[in-house]
């Protein structure tokens, strides 16, 4: 499992969930893993109280599956799951796009550009990560412009089921094809077309689906 620094002000509940999470993400705890609390605990160097409640909140969305005196295990991918992730991910934000793409002002198209120009940078560099985590960041900016960042939490929360999906597809799939349809969706920004925005975005987000047959075959053994 991939560790990281916790952030100030950080909670230890708030920091177990957010590595447990991103490791579930990005596939270092893959799909049918079991795992321990007390291992992870361990590994974070907290007591597994916080662990335990982190574990909880994510059993909620069902990307942990909590076995009564058997452990804990991490849910496959289960595309019925993922289709109820990406419908609600696509009803949201593409309306949060329409709105932030009315009320978007230079300094947030400046924003959502140099962004742009950070994921190309790293591609450049194969950084996966870096590149996964400013796609991520792209989408949360749309969100803090429209001034619905409540709805961002909700959406991150359940999108999980599809986040993996999307780290698979990203090892499976040419980057740049992300990379241009931001730079059409930012393009929708700077004309202020609010309809453009949103549909462009519901054409981004479901993508994917046109690549999952290639994925399940690639990968087999992650899905349910």
Known sequence: MKNT??????????????????????LELKPGTMISEQD????????????HEAM??????????ILPQRGS????????RVDEAVFMRTTLESAIAELAC?????????????????????LT???LDKFMELDNAFHQTMYRIANKM?????????????????EL?????????????????LEAFKQHNGKKAHDLLVTHITRLYQQQGEIRKKYPEFFA
């Open 5 to 26: 620094a916790k952030h100030d002000r950080e909670s230890n509940r708030d920091y177990a969930l957010r590595v447990i999470r991103e490791n579930i993400i990005n």
């Open 40 to 51: 992870i605990a361990n590994e974070l160097n907290l007591s597994r109280t916080p662990v």
């Open 56 to 65: 909880q909140e994510l059993s909620t969305t069902k990307i942990i599956e």
């Open 73 to 80: 295990y991490v849910s496959k991918i289960d595309m019925d």
């Open 102 to 122: 009315e009320k978007a002002n230079d300094d947030d198209i400046m924003e959502l550009e140099e962004n742009i120009n950070l994921q190309e940078f790293y």
């Open 125 to 127: 560099k194969n950084n």
């Open 150 to 166: 409540q709805c961002f939490y909700m959406v991150k929360l359940m999108n999980i089921h599809h986040d993996r999906v999307r």
């Open 169 to 185: 597809h990203l090892h499976s799939s040419d980057p740049k094809t992300v990379i241009a349809e931001h730079k059409e969706i």
